[in-house]
């Protein structure tokens, strides 16, 4: 049973923008949290982007702050990840994620009972 289901990743220069849309189906369509997280090779998973569904209200991890958008559109249960300005460094497998309990930091990872397959993202300098 397909949950979330990202797409848009791609390989582009430094300095190029890509993308990213989940789609959200099933119960993960109800939650009120969304996030995008990365991994990196050799590197932990950490927390991207983050929304509120209900409000609106988001958040950002430094690192990718007044580059990178997140956004909803609600008719069609999916939350989209503008990247701009990308970096070498921004080269990972994206995530998308879902949740309705928030305990903590909105960047931890057990705040989501719901994850998509990935998305790679490449960026060469």
């Known amino acids: 049973q397909v949950q979330l289901v990202e797409s848009g990743g791609g390989s582009v220069q430094a300095g190029g923008s890509l993308r990213l849309t989940c789609a959200a189906s099933?119960?993960?369509?109800?939650?009120?949290?969304m996030a995008w997280f990365r991994r990196a090779p050799g590197k932990e998973r950490e927390g991207v982007a983050f929304i509120d569904t209900r409000t609106g209200f988001t958040y950002y991890a430094d690192s990718v702050k007044e580059r990178f958008t997140i956004s909803q559109e609600n008719a069609k249960d999916t939350v989209y990840l503008q990247m701009d300005s990308l970096k070498p460094e921004d080269t990972a497998m994206y995530y998308c994620?879902?949740?309705?309990?928030?305990?903590?930091?909105?960047?931890?990872?057990?705040?989501?009972?719901?994850w998509g397959q990935g998305t790679q993202v490449t960026v060469s300098s």
């Open positions: 994620a879902a949740g309705s309990v928030l305990r903590g930091y909105w960047y931890t990872s057990g705040n989501y009972a719901y």
């Open positions: 099933g119960y993960a369509s109800s939650s009120v949290y």
